[in-house]
């Protein structure tokens, strides 16, 4: 007999689910505003609070927009795990990141071809 535990626990795990993320946001929102910061100190820019909250703003979006996008290239081949494969999906239509994530894994991107192994050899 349910005795309204088990929609407490639900809403317990869902509110800690929003609470983590929050604090991930305000952690990538503080690494991007130090990162444009470090940048306009470099080029001698000046870096409005304004602009500031535009860059924050624009840049969560992006990394929501791109998190979702590879929850659903992992769930579509039946895994609840994201890998590095299904960002590399997702990364298709820019060079600079498949090239970085190309650099830094062993997982050959989509383009390249596994069965080259001076392809491979210079990923790992």
Request: aromatic share 4%; charged share 35%; hydrophobic share 35%.
């Amino acid at each position: 007999m349910a005795d309204g535990r088990e929609g407490e626990e639900r809403g317990d795990g869902e509110m800690q689910e929003q609470e983590g993320r929050a604090r991930l946001e305000e952690k990538v929102a503080a690494r991007w505003t130090e990162m444009a910061r470090q940048k306009a100190k470099v080029q001698n820019w000046t870096l409005t609070a304004e602009l500031e909250g535009a860059i924050c703003a624009t840049t969560m979006s992006v990394v929501r927009e791109t998190a979702r996008d590879v929850r659903h290239f992992a769930r579509h081949v039946g895994r609840d795990v994201v890998e590095v494969e299904d960002v590399s999906l997702c990364a298709r239509r820019n060079p600079s990141l498949q090239q970085a994530l190309a650099e830094r894994t062993a997982v050959p991107t989509h383009h390249d071809d596994p069965t080259d192994v001076d392809v491979y050899a210079s990923t790992t």
